[in-house]
């Protein structure tokens, strides 16, 4: 079985998963970085799977303001406030199935005015430049990441997988292989820790490296929601990211984002927590910190 294959499937299974049981936690199929299942996610289309598992090109209300857009392997997110900004793109080629999620959900994408990116990796930063090009914004990101974001790169070398079998197969076979150049980008706002952006009440970025160095999630105070991006994933249940390019960081960023105030999380890869997230983030990652911190 070769990995494109092997990928389908875990892809298929997910999307099983995210349309039997949305709101159970799940543990860990994860993507921490990858181009590669933006392949698979073709042959799903192809297949039919798409309609059938109909998760693709989705908008999810989170909260008044947030919405959360499934793209099948990896979610981007809508906030709404004086128009809207998106944050994360995305792989490759989903610029349409973005678009499409917002005009599905009464909403028009014209509007959107910023990009904001969590961090370089290309299932995230795939297609912003594509909707720069159609919409003329403004793309916010992490100075660390914007670097390598207006370089067209979409990774930073080394990076480790995380503990486990299935952890390493998944990197080995689906994430290691995989060309990681994007289509280079201007990032007009370069952001850093504390920095809030003044929509819907304030949104903080949270300064969150270890998956990446210039990765960040954002909190909207507000509604007590953390946007952890691949902070953590919740795919098969709450877990560690797939790759972390620093292990020990990236528990020491969740540890800090876990002492924000919020309620609900929601992550690059899998379904939202949409009560006690908080509590939950701290119960799981605490005991894994006296490991690895
Ligand atoms: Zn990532
Ligand atoms: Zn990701």
Not at 151 to 176: C, D, H
Not at 244 to 263: H, Q, V
Request: overall charge neutral; glycine content about 8%.
């Amino acid at each position: 079985m070769n990995a494109e294959i092997m990928f389908t499937g875990f892809s298929i299974l997910w999307q099983h998963l995210d349309k039997s049981c949305p709101l159970q936690e799940r543990s860990s199929l994860k993507t921490g970085r990858s181009g590669h299942p933006q392949t698979s996610y073709r042959l799903t289309l192809e297949s039919g799977a798409a309609n059938k598992f109909s998760i693709f090109d989705q908008m999810q209300q989170i909260t008044n303001n947030i919405y959360q857009i499934s793209l099948g392997l990896v979610n981007a997110f809508l906030i709404e406030d004086n128009g809207l900004t998106l944050i994360d793109s995305g792989y490759r080629n989903s610029t349409d199935k973005i678009f499409s999620a917002i005009a599905k959900a009464g909403k028009n994408p014209q509007d959107i005015k910023h990009v904001i990116l969590t961090h370089c990796h290309p299932d995230h930063t795939g297609s912003v430049a594509e909707i720069k090009r159609r919409l003329n914004i403004s793309v916010l990101a992490h100075s660390e990441d914007a670097r390598l974001i207006e370089q067209g790169t979409g990774e930073r070398l080394p990076i480790q997988p995380s503990p486990g079998v299935f952890n390493w197969l998944v990197y080995n076979l689906l994430i290691k292989p995989v060309n990681t150049r994007i289509e280079p980008v201007i990032v007009e706002e370069k952001l850093k820790d504390n920095d809030v952006i003044p929509i819907a009440g304030g949104l903080q970025i949270i300064h969150t490296p270890g998956h990446s160095a210039g990765h960040i999630s954002l909190l909207l105070k507000n509604e007590g929601v953390l946007i952890a991006g691949d902070l953590c994933a919740n795919v098969i249940g709450l877990g560690l990211s797939t790759v972390y390019e620093d292990l020990n960081l990236g528990i020491k960023s969740i540890l800090k984002a876990a002492e924000l105030d919020f309620d609900k999380a929601v992550f690059g890869h899998g379904s939202p927590l949409l009560k006690f997230a908080k509590r939950k983030i701290n119960e799981k990652f605490r005991p894994i910190s006296a490991l690895y911190g």
